[in-house]
C-alpha cells in the first residue's frame, strides 16, 4: 500500500488549496478514504472521510462548508479541496485508508495558512 499526497502550500487566509492523494498497492475503489491533519502541539484529527464509491461523506464541524472531500476511483486518487482558509488550518495533512485492520498512511503534506 502507498500513498502519496500533493498540493500543500503557502496560502493567505481566505485562499484555496487542492490536496491530492495518489493510491497504490490495493483495490482502491473498495476501501473508505479518509484525510487528517495534524498542527504542531496538536494530535492528529478527522478531517474527512469518504466512502468507497463516494456516496458518503463525513467531515469535521471546524471545516463542513469549507472542505469538500471527493474522489476519483478511475485514476486511485482521493482530493480535499479546501476554501476560506483560515490560520487554524494550518497543519500537515495525510491521507489514510483502513486496510486488513491496518491503518496505512502518506508522508503527508504541509499547508501553512499566513498572511
Known amino acids: 500500500v502507498q500513498l502519496v499526497e500533493s498540493g500543500g502550500g503557502l496560502v493567505q487566509p481566505g485562499g484555496s488549496l487542492r490536496l491530492s492523494c495518489a493510491a497504490s498497492g490495493f483495490t482502491f475503489s473498495s476501501y473508505d478514504m479518509s484525510w487528517y491533519r495534524q498542527a504542531p502541539g496538536k494530535e492528529r484529527e478527522l478531517v474527512a472521510t469518504?466512502?468507497?464509491?463516494?456516496?458518503?461523506?463525513n467531515y469535521a464541524d471546524s471545516v463542513k462548508g469549507r472542505f469538500t472531500i471527493s474522489r476519483d476511483n478511475a485514476k486511485n486518487t482521493v482530493f480535499l479541496q479546501m476554501n476560506s482558509l483560515k490560520p487554524e488550518d494550518t497543519a500537515v495533512y495525510y491521507c489514510k485508508v483502513l486496510r486488513s485492520f491496518r491503518n496505512y498512511w502518506g508522508q503527508g503534506t504541509q499547508v501553512t495558512v499566513s498572511s
Open positions: 469518504i466512502s468507497s464509491v463516494g456516496g458518503r461523506t
